[in-house]
Nanobody, 125 residues
Framework: QVQLVESGGGLVQAGGSLRLSCAAS????????IGWFRQAPGKERRFLAA????????FYGDSVKGRFTISRDHAKNTVYLQMNDLKVEDTAIYSC??????????????????WGQGTQVTVSS
């Protein structure tokens, strides 16, 4: 089992920045890909970014390229999502997920095995 705990959400003005954290515990995540997703009310869940733990390869969804950056800290077993130039439409619940199969995270070929509980991000105008 892998446990994922998100933090760092909150209220921010448009144009501002937030950094989300996804702390992993339980089984070693060295062979996992960890990704960030968001879901706004009434909308489908959307893939944002992912990182492979071992190699550090990164993947981004088109809607956040250039504004969001994903990174990892081996010592803290944590994946970060740095979000800059936030827009009102970025308001959503942000969740991280982990799976040993990268395509489950990036392509959505199947439901990832592990999910965090989510953290709310609200961007005001």
């Amino acid at each position: 089992q892998v446990q994922l705990v998100e933090s760092g959400g909150g209220l921010v003005q448009a144009g501002g920045s937030l950094r989300l954290s996804c702390a992993a515990s339980g089984r070693p995540v060295s062979r996992y890909t960890i990704g960030w997703f968001r879901q706004a009310p009434g909308k489908e869940r959307r893939f944002l970014a992912a990182i492979t733990w071992n190699s550090g390869s990164t993947f981004y969804g088109d809607s956040v390229k250039g504004r969001f950056t994903i990174s990892r800290d081996h010592a803290k077993n944590t994946v970060y999502l740095q979000m800059n130039d936030l827009k009102v439409e970025d308001t959503a619940i942000y969740s991280c997920a982990a799976d040993s199969m990268t395509r489950k995270i990036v392509v959505g070929s199947a439901e990832p095995d592990y999910w965090g509980q989510g953290t709310q991000v609200t961007v005001s105008s």
